[in-house]
Nanobody, 123 residues
Framework: QAQLVESGGGLVQAGGSLRLSCAVSGLTVSSYTMGWFRQAPGKEREFVAAVSRNGVSTYYGEFVKGRFTASRDNAKNTVYLQMNSLKLEDTAVYYC????????????????WGQGTQVTVSS
């Protein structure tokens, strides 16, 4: 059974950094595009980043503007999201997902999800 577990969220001041991790089990992770999404209260789930199966290609939501870096280590079955220069509006629950679709950017294209990790940015 596939399991994705996010970690690394927390409370950080604006301008600070966090590194999220997503540990994957029960899947051949190298067969999936891995993505990061976020969801703030009252809002739809929003695309943050996707990493191709071999980790060579990445794609980001427009709001990222060079602040975030997504990566993966298939040998460790783990995906990462390094977030720098965090802003108040980055506050949300962050989810990782696994998709059999190439570089998927829409939640409906994802087959598996983690439970999410809360990121709160304070002023």
């Amino acid at each position: 059974q596939a399991q994705l577990v996010e970690s690394g969220g927390g409370l950080v001041q604006a301008g600070g950094s966090l590194r999220l991790s997503c540990a994957v089990s029960g899947l051949t992770v190298s067969s999936y595009t891995m993505g990061w999404f976020r969801q703030a209260p009252g809002k739809e789930r929003e695309f943050v980043a996707a990493v191709s199966r071999n980790g060579v290609s990445t794609y980001y939501g427009e709001f990222v503007k060079g602040r975030f870096t997504a990566s993966r280590d298939n040998a460790k079955n783990t995906v990462y999201l390094q977030m720098n220069s965090l802003k108040l509006e980055d506050t949300a629950v962050y989810y990782c997902g696994a998709s059999s679709n190439f570089m998927a950017r829409f939640p409906a294209a994802y087959d598996y999800w983690g439970q999410g990790t809360q990121v709160t940015v304070s002023s």
